[in-house]
């Protein structure tokens, strides 16, 4: 299994932007973080990139449940979402697979 999952849409780079928070907003998450990477490449080291924001995502209710569960989970919080503009054409949304992230911490409470 991948550690991420992904899927790529014909929509211009802000409407899929758009598209993923209103997603998000559906299933209950909240974006509480968003890095603009190529802002922040070109400011920071002057180097062009394409269209790549990272938004971090949280569902409050599942992070409540997985922070007492296992107290260190938070370093895995928030979700980050990915919406980068594709150098072959179109945009592709990833994020993390939560499957195998949570695998990874060993705990059968949060698989």
Same mark, same amino acid.
């Given at each position: 299994?991948?550690?991420? #999952?992904?899927?790529?849409?014909?929509?211009?780079?802000?409407?899929?932007?758009?598209?993923?928070?209103?997603?998000?907003?559906?299933?209950?998450?909240? @974006?509480?973080?968003?890095?603009? @990477?190529?802002?922040?490449?070109?400011?920071?080291?002057?180097?062009?990139?394409? $269209?790549?924001?990272?938004?971090?995502?949280?569902?409050?209710?599942?992070?409540?449940?997985?922070?007492?569960?296992?107290?260190?989970?938070?370093? !895995?919080? $928030?979700?980050?979402?990915? @919406?980068?503009? !594709? $150098?072959?054409?179109?945009?592709? /949304?990833?994020? #993390?697979?939560? /499957?195998?992230? !949570?695998? &990874?911490?060993? &705990?059968?409470?949060?698989?």
């Amino acid at each position: 299994m991948s550690y991420y #999952i992904a899927c790529k849409t014909a929509l211009p780079f802000e409407a899929a932007l758009a598209r993923v928070r209103e997603t998000l907003a559906a299933e209950g998450f909240g @974006v509480l973080t968003e890095i603009d @990477v190529s802002a922040t490449l070109k400011t920071k080291i002057g180097a062009e990139f394409r $269209p790549y924001r990272i938004l971090g995502a949280c569902n409050p209710t599942l992070a409540h449940r997985a922070l007492q569960t296992e107290p260190h989970i938070g370093t !895995m919080l $928030p979700c980050n979402v990915i @919406v980068q503009e !594709m $150098p072959g054409g179109g945009v592709e /949304v990833a994020a #993390i697979n939560p /499957v195998e992230s !949570m695998r &990874s911490v060993g &705990s059968t409470a949060l698989a």
